[in-house]
Structures are given as structure tokens and as C-alpha cells.
Nanobody
Framework: QVQLDESGGGLVQDGGSLRLSCKAS????????MAWFRQAPGKEREFVAS???????????VYANSVKGRFTVSRANAARTIDLQMNSLQSEDTGLYFC???????????????WGQGTQVTVSS
């Protein structure tokens, strides 16, 4: 059993920043990669960023084109935590942000077996 708990969401204005955190508990192995997805109302859940938790590729990151240069995902294995630094936020970034864990990094939802409940990010113009 793996449990993921997101935090850090909130309401910000255009150009603002937020830092999201995801704390993992339970049986987390070094082969597990973690990622952030987001879902706006009426839209499909989309990939945001991933970070490798594996020993071989620990720290390797992948970003969606829409957030490159603005978002940064990082890991803290000892604390079983990943963060998502979000800068220069835009209205298009509004959505429910989910933390996910899976066997390898991917932008496909089906790869991730474990999901948090999500934390809301709202960007006002």
C-alpha cells in the first residue's frame, strides 16, 4: 500500500508562484518514479512533470512543454517527498494537481498505480 498526500495549493494572481509538496508513505521502493498531473474542470488529466526515484536515474526530470522553464520538480528520498515549484503562474495552470507514483517515468496516466487526492491551484487574471 502506497499513500500519497499533496499540499501547498492555493489561490494566486497571474505571475505568482506556489510550491506543491507530495509526501509518500507505505512501501515505496527505489524503482518507483513519481510525477505530477493536473486536471482542469471539464478536461482530461494531463501530465505536468516527473522525477525519477530510482538509484540509476535518481533526480532525472521530464516536463510537459507547457510548463518548461516555469515549473521545477525535485525529490527528497529521505523524506519521501517530491516538490513542484511553480513560478510565473498563468490562468491556464489552474487545476487540481495530483501526485502519482509508478514503476517508471511516463506521461501516461495508466502507468501510475498510486494517486493522491489532489490539491487545488487557482490562478486569477
Amino acid at each position: 500500500q502506497v499513500q500519497l498526500d499533496e499540499s501547498g495549493g492555493g489561490l494566486v494572481q497571474d505571475g505568482g508562484s506556489l510550491r506543491l509538496s507530495c509526501k509518500a508513505s507505505g512501501h515505496i521502493s527505489n524503482t518507483v518514479d513519481m510525477a505530477w498531473f493536473r486536471q482542469a474542470p471539464g478536461k482530461e488529466r494531463e501530465f505536468v512533470a516527473s522525477v525519477s526515484m530510482r538509484s540509476r536515474t535518481a533526480g532525472d526530470t521530464v516536463y510537459a512543454n507547457s510548463v518548461k522553464g516555469r515549473f521545477t520538480v525535485s525529490r527528497a528520498n529521505a523524506a519521501r517527498t517530491i516538490d513542484l515549484q511553480m513560478n510565473s503562474l498563468q490562468s491556464e495552470d489552474t487545476g487540481l494537481y495530483f501526485c502519482a507514483a509508478g514503476p517508471y517515468g511516463s506521461n501516461l496516466r495508466r502507468i501510475y498505480a498510486y494517486w493522491g487526492q489532489g490539491t487545488q491551484v487557482t490562478v486569477s487574471s
